[in-house]
């Protein structure tokens, strides 16, 4: 049974920085493919950031150049360091997933249709 459980959000002004975690396990497959995603009240879900598990990774317009995304070597836990925040960044932030390989990662990872797992999300709210 696939579990994502993610950590990191919080209340930050203009300027700062959080980073998220996202702890994975159950894969049944050595090989992933995982993405970050937000959604405002109001707004259209977005994908801004995907990594695969050979460390390709992609970015929304938005975000690159402020994000990273990474997996740490035992590769149990998604991150995102999240730089330069902007209120345009407050939002409710989740983890997806889907196990075993695919051509389409990272290329694909801003599609939440493209992933089969998702966390529970992390709030993250960026004041002026």
């Known amino acids: 049974q696939v579990q994502l459980v993610e950590s990191g959000g919080g209340s930050v002004q203009a300027g700062g920085s959080l980073r998220l975690s996202c702890t994975f396990s159950?894969?049944?497959?050595?090989?992933?493919?995982m993405g970050w995603f937000r959604q405002a009240p109001g707004k259209e879900r977005e994908g801004v950031a995907g990594?695969?598990?050979?460390?390709?990774?992609r970015y929304s317009d938005s975000v690159k150049g402020r994000f990273t995304v990474s997996t740490d070597n035992a590769k149990t836990t998604l991150y995102l360091q999240m730089d330069s925040l902007e209120p345009e960044d407050s939002a409710m932030y989740y983890c997806?997933?889907?196990?075993?390989?695919?051509?389409?990662?990272?290329?694909?990872?801003?599609?939440?249709?493209?992933?089969?797992?998702w966390g529970q999300g992390t709030q993250v709210t960026v004041s002026s």
């Open positions: 997806a997933a889907r196990d075993g390989f695919s051509s389409f990662c990272p290329r694909r990872t801003d599609e939440a249709s493209f992933f089969v797992f």
């Open positions: 990594i695969s598990s050979d460390g390709a990774t």
């Open positions: 159950g894969f049944i497959y050595s090989a992933f493919c």
